[in-house]
């Protein structure tokens, strides 16, 4: 950049360009086919890259490691590491938590090796958090290929404290290594765009490939790939690559159906779609917008809108790009009847970097605005770059301190208690004893800590509204009639969400002589509070 200014200079030798001109000319946005993309570069004298790009990774594991443990596993949690456990060979987990559970193995198989050691959600969760980091450092990459090391950067440290993508980093969750690979796949689709060489988008397939044995719902983005190339004019791909590139992306996605085939698990694979497609809405149509922008940052949005809007005459097929990123998968999951709080976070790392490429642009906008003053105008940019991050941060911070609430958002945090009472009925409840907790979720959570067999009383006998692998109780009368049950399992979480069985269970407790034996509790403004009982019932 110092050499195109000298360039300008010796252009302007004898006109009326000042120095001011110069620098302005200097940063101004170069087209999508320049591969050296760098806009308001660091100065000789900055503080090295690297040591910056160290700073921002060290503050992401903090964010990420602080307190990790501190509550056990949510349901979706358990079910993962209960298949990793399935997959290291710990037949005591086996039986509740089979290999094969309509959801690819990827990540599983990763945590398995950790656990042919040591079956630790801790070490899970580190796992977890280490795709999480991954995810920080493609963030950097990607924004420093589109918009220069100074949005890479700022892109970088918006991601690593941003609270949807460090909430589902901390959990045991397939969508944090999804986010890692389907950002990989991003940069390497924006690296075909550059150069034009297909060696760059066969990888970036192969990375796709990867995103759905991650998680299958990654497959989505794919549909961002083909619109992007469908509307970028510049990025004209031959049939024969793309006929090779979509062959390597069945290739690698391959694994996934081949073993549900071989295991005799392929009919549950089938139900599994089938009851999502059919399934009752579990959300409003307005779900993600209450709940995705606060987590992505209010003010990373509008950094975001603000420079797409400011910048718009310089607006070119890297920006077509992340749109098609976004608008793709927000489309597709705002339609779709079931809706998740993680399941957008592979638009967090987009977002970054739109709002970064504002951010990053700032110095020539207040250069111009503060006459000449270019000191004064970084200054003005790293306040800002600041606050948007404090933003972030403080947020985090709330979300990652341990709480003694009893509501909990669905794959959003461990459930208190859970494992304290998983534990007690490991060590206090017999072998071969039967459980029958509210739901699915404290099912899940007491199988996985306490080894012991444990039915939902919520779970539908109606096969469409219900995940097929989880087992209904048509008849829980006949089942403590005839002492198949003999522990009930009341949680304040499930309770929240339904009062009906609730109340169902506290009668079953009532009508069968039920003991209580085991209380978890949490203290709420001064008060104590039980979040999980363990009642003993007998006919």
């Known amino acids: 950049m110092v050499r195109e200014a000298e360039k300008i200079l010796a252009r302007s030798a004898g006109s009326p360009a000042t120095a001011d001109t110069v620098l302005v000319e200097a940063d101004r946005a170069p087209e999508f086919d320049d591969a050296a993309s760098v806009v308001a570069p660091l100065p000789r004298a900055a503080i090295p890259t690297w040591v910056w790009l160290t700073g921002i990774v060290v503050l992401a594991t903090v964010v990420r490691v602080w307190q990790l443990n501190a509550v056990g596993f949510n349901s979706d949690e358990t079910v993962y590491s209960g298949q990793a456990a399935s997959i290291a060979g710990h037949t005591g987990l086996a039986k509740f938590f089979p290999i094969y559970r309509a959801h690819p193995l990827l990540f599983q198989s990763i945590v398995s090796v950790i656990y042919r050691l040591e079956v630790s959600d801790f070490l899970a969760r580190l796992a977890s958090v280490a795709f999480g980091l991954g995810t920080v450092v493609m963030t950097y990459l990607l924004g420093k290929l589109l918009y220069g090391r100074r949005a890479g950067l700022i892109a970088a440290a918006l991601l690593a404290v941003m609270p949807y993508h460090v909430v589902v980093t901390r959990q045991v969750l397939l969508d944090g290594p999804m986010v890692f690979f389907s950002t990989l796949t991003l940069y390497l689709v924006a690296r075909y765009a550059l150069s034009l060489q297909p060696a760059w988008l066969f990888a970036a397939a192969g990375a796709m490939g990867l995103t759905f ?46 073993a549900m085939l071989f295991s005799h698990r392929s009919d549950t694979g089938r139900q599994f779609f089938v009851w999502q497609i059919l399934r009752r809405p579990n959300h409003g149509m307005g779900f993600y917008l209450s709940t995705v922008p606060p987590a992505l940052g209010l003010l990373v949005l509008a950094a975001a809108v603000a420079g ?37 976070l592979p638009i967090a790392p987009a977002v970054a970097v739109l709002a970064a490429r504002a951010l990053a642009r700032l110095p020539v906008t207040g250069h111009v605005l503060l006459g000449g003053v270019r000191a004064r105008a970084r200054l003005v940019t790293d306040v800002l770059a600041i606050v948007v991050g404090l933003s972030l941060l403080v947020p985090t911070w709330q979300r990652i301190t341990p709480s003694d609430s009893t509501a909990f958002l669905a794959g959003s945090g461990g459930v208190v208690g859970g494992r304290e009472a998983g534990h007690w009925v490991a060590e206090h409840v017999p072998e071969g004893a039967q459980l029958l907790s509210l739901g699915p979720s404290m099912a899940n959570v007491i199988q996985f800590y306490g080894r012991r067999k444990t039915f939902g009383l919520s779970v539908s006998s109606n096969p469409l509204h219900r995940n097929p692998v989880y087992e209904p109780v048509p008849n829980p009368d006949r089942m403590l009639r005839r002492g198949d049950l003999q522990y009930l399992v009341w949680d304040s979480y499930s309770a929240h969400r339904s009062s009906v069985f609730a109340e169902k269970l506290l009668r079953l407790a009532a009508r069968y002589h039920g003991r209580i034996v085991h209380t978890e509790w949490v203290s709420i403004g001064g008060h104590r509070r039980s979040v999980i009982v363990v009642y003993e019932v007998r006919p």
């Open 213 to 258: 044995l991650s998680k299958e719902t990654g497959i989505v983005l794919a549909a961002s790939v083909y619109v992007f190339i469908a509307l970028a004019p510049k990025v004209r791909a031959r049939l024969r690559e793309l006929l090779i590139a979509v062959a390597i992306l069945l290739v690698v996605m391959l694994p996934f159906p081949v």
């Open 308 to 344: 797409l809007w400011y910048l718009r005459r310089e607006r070119t097929e890297k920006e077509t790009l992340l749109f098609a990123w976004i608008l793709v998968p927000t489309m597709f999951f705002e339609l779709w009847p079931v809706k998740g709080f993680q399941y957008l």
